[in-house]
């Protein structure tokens, strides 16, 4: 699996990083940054690619990053309309991808973060990303993600923005 959390004064990665050990019951290696990311690799779940970040600037790194992976896992806001208007740019990005993202979106589509201290986070996460780890070692991973992320195929998520 490969990580790519968005870093910047207030969010303490190494925090996070504790997090996705929890999560995905496995370890990950700081590989080096990219742009406003860290990059993290974990030899485990090697077809999911995960982003964590603001919604501009994962816009920013899925443009240009190679994607590899048949599943992606984006915690972010707006992700379809993100999507939408990265394809063009990066050829990786296939329509047959699958695509996880947060399913706690407000009106705006934006993913609303809750106070990790409450729930002995050391970070701030979406309900999503709580729920993940909360149930980690009850359910298996790939069926908490189906549990608490949209899944969607990007041919689906294309087809339904065109057609709004």
């Keep these: 699996?490969?990580?790519?959390?968005?870093?910047?004064?207030?969010?303490?990665?190494?925090?996070?990083?504790?997090f996705l050990k929890d999560a995905f019951e496995t370890s990950f290696e700081i590989i080096g940054r990219h742009e406003n990311f860290i990059h993290l690799e974990s030899k485990k779940y090697k077809s999911y690619?995960?982003?964590?970040?603001?919604?501009?600037?994962?816009?920013?790194?899925?443009?240009?990053?190679?994607i590899y992976e048949k599943n992606l896992i984006l915690i972010t806001c707006t992700v379809p309309f993100?999507?939408?208007?990265?394809?063009?740019?990066n050829c990786g990005l296939t329509k047959n991808k699958n695509v996880y993202y947060p399913l706690d979106f407000n009106t705006n589509k934006l993913v609303p973060t809750y106070d990790g201290?409450?729930?002995?986070?050391?970070?701030?996460?979406?309900?999503?990303e709580y729920?993940?780890?909360?149930?980690?070692?009850?359910?298996?991973?790939?069926?908490?993600?189906?549990?608490?992320?949209y899944c969607e195929k990007i041919k689906n998520i294309e087809r339904r923005i065109t057609n709004d």
Aim: net charge positive; aromatic share 18%; hydrophobic share 35%.
């Design 49 to 66: 690619l995960l982003i964590r970040g603001e919604n501009y600037d994962v816009f920013n790194l899925l443009k240009v990053l190679p």
């Design 131 to 149: 729920l993940l780890a909360r149930y980690s070692g009850k359910s298996h991973i790939y069926e908490r993600l189906d549990k608490f992320f």
């Design 1 to 18: 699996m490969r990580c790519y959390i968005n870093i910047n004064n207030e969010f303490d990665y190494n925090n996070y990083i504790n």
């Design 82 to 89: 993100i999507l939408n208007k990265v394809i063009p740019y």
């Design 117 to 128: 201290n409450e729930f002995g986070l050391n970070f701030n996460p979406c309900k999503s």
